[in-house]
């Protein structure tokens, strides 16, 4: 379970990453969000921010000093966010539209961080690493499943690159044409065929890649892609890099939860 959320304004949680990691930090997270603004803009959001953040009991500011404290609650969250071991950014489009959500790991602290229309930052302390797992799957809306029974293995691997290619013609192929290409890979012909009918009538698709900060730069070599048909989801695993090779797995709650255990291990 969720131990605690505080819904936040963008300007608000980056005004409070300002408090704790200065100026270009907050400056930073508008940026990614809004792309640049003046600077005089910018000001002007994180003042008004900072007196929603002292109304609501969140920010102390000392009229002498200048000092500026955070509430504890607030301050152990954002403190996540900016210092962490890793983190998993997953990734879920849908109708055109595309939404991501990231889930924080620091030593046995896990929070995460949602955003609501680029407007609404959603932050919250979870219980644990299972946790992870179940707010992820309800972020992929992980239903229906697939009525046949799921091996707990994988049902075969294929290219990247040939799952790249389909996923840039399954708008214009219908399932016949997919599952002729699938089945040069290494699935059977009825997986081939389960796969084909859900990837022709995609209704979402997405990523969960394990991302960690060295220097400053992010770092990914962890990840698996998911996608779903009207029949149920599919999870395809990085296995290889040369040549990049995906393992194919029906979707099921506990492959979903495997797949994203063996990211946090």
């Known amino acids: ?13 980056a005004y409070a990453m300002g408090v704790l990691g200065g100026t270009e930090v907050a400056n930073g997270y508008l940026a990614s969000l809004l792309g640049e603004r003046p600077q005089r803009e910018v000001e002007g959001r994180l003042l008004a921010a900072s007196h929603g953040l002292v109304a609501r009991g969140h920010l102390e500011l000392d009229p002498v000093t200048g000092d500026k404290q955070l509430s504890v609650e607030l301050a152990n969250l954002v403190g996540v966010l900016l210092q ?6 997953c990734t879920r ?17 896990y929070v995460e961080h949602r955003l609501d229309k680029a407007v609404v930052a959603w932050v919250s302390a979870l219980s644990g690493r299972e946790e992870i797992g179940r707010q992820a799957a ?61 990837l022709a009538s995609l209704t979402c698709r997405g990523s969960v890649m394990k991302i960690l900060v060295r220097d ?5 070599d962890d990840a698996f892609l998911i996608f779903k048909g009207p029949q149920g989801y599919w999870i395809l695993e990085v296995v290889s890099q ?15 939860s495997r797949s994203i255990q063996t990211l946090i291990a």
């Open 1 to 13: 379970m969720k131990h605690s959320t505080m819904a936040l304004s963008i300007e608000e949680l």
């Open 84 to 89: 962490n071991d890793y983190f998993l950014r």
């Open 93 to 109: 489009v849908a109708a055109g539209r595309e939404e991501i959500v990231n889930f924080y790991v620091s030593g046995d602290t």
């Open 138 to 198: 309800e972020f992929f809306d992980l239903k229906p499943a697939h009525k046949f029974t799921a091996p707990a293995s994988s049902v075969g691997a294929i290219p990247a690159l040939l799952f790249e290619k389909i996923g840039q013609s399954s708008l214009n192929a219908n399932a016949k044409q997919i599952a002729a290409q699938l089945v040069t890979g290494d699935l059977s012909v009825d997986i081939a065929h389960a796969m084909a009918a859900d």
């Open 216 to 220: 400053g730069a992010f770092i990914s």
């Open 242 to 256: 040369e040549p990049s090779m995906l393992q194919v797995f029906v979707g099921t709650p506990d492959q979903f």
